[in-house]
């Protein structure tokens, strides 16, 4: 997708999500102006990303040929609906906000509106993208989803399963962030020092991903590091004492429940 690409609250995963697609070589920066409501912030992701800032949304959308709405979502529908009368009508809206439904955001604009979930591995090219058209925009979302592939990987569902997509990749780095910090303080507190802690988990958790994206069961990649009656058994047989399942269960659901709850 070529053409000028405007940025409406350039915060920390629209900002992830330039960054990615300038690094990649997939966007100029010289096509990007991304707007914040502070000038300070202003001035970071001028110097961080090498774009174009402003302050003026509907400025900003003028030349736009592609427009992603990156503020929070109670804030979204306010946001199209102040630069709606300066939007090209073949204009494509991306809107990243968690649980705002593209008929609540065809209400404020009656355009190209697809929604994209993204999450911030993007920043490093490995992105995991969530894309829901709305009714007629399956083109548009065909040329998001071909632009966001240089980042990562995309899955286009019915918007139906969008909350519970974004409760599998959108949410999903802060559960692996959150695994990591429970291994190095648990290798801590056992007498590892903190930096070897942390380098042999997060080359776990590397290795193992990149395991996984062989294609490989989980389970069968588990039953391989899984002696009968081993130390990885012991170990297993407390996280699901523990309940790390039905914990996982829960807390997605609760994930999907809340986006839906911000619309
Ligand atoms: N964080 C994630 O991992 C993640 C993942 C998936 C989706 N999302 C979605 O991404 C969206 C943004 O989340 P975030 O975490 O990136 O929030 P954030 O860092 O607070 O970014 C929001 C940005 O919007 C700007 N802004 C607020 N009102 C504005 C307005 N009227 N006009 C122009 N800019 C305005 C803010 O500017 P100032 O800084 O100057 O106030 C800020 O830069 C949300 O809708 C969220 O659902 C986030």
Redesign the pocket.
Known sequence: MSGKIAV????????ALVEGLISAGTVRAEDVVA????AS??DEIAKTLGVTTSGD?VAAVRDADLIVL????Y??V??LD?VSGALKADATVVS?????TTETLLRAWQGNVVRV????PVQVGKGAFIVSPAPGADVAAAKVGELLESVGVVATVPEKLHDAA?AVS??G?AYVFLVAEAMIDAAVAMGLPRDQASQLTVATLAGSAELLAGGEHPAILRSQVTSPGGTTAAALAALEAGGVRPTFATAMAACRDRAAG?S
Do not use: Q, W
């Open positions: 409406l609250g350039c915060g920390t995963m629209a900002g707007t914040a409501r502070s912030h202003r949304n990156g503020v929070k979502p804030a979204a306010d946001v102040e990243i906000a968690a649980g705002v979930m993204p999450n911030t974004t959108g949410s780095p911000l």
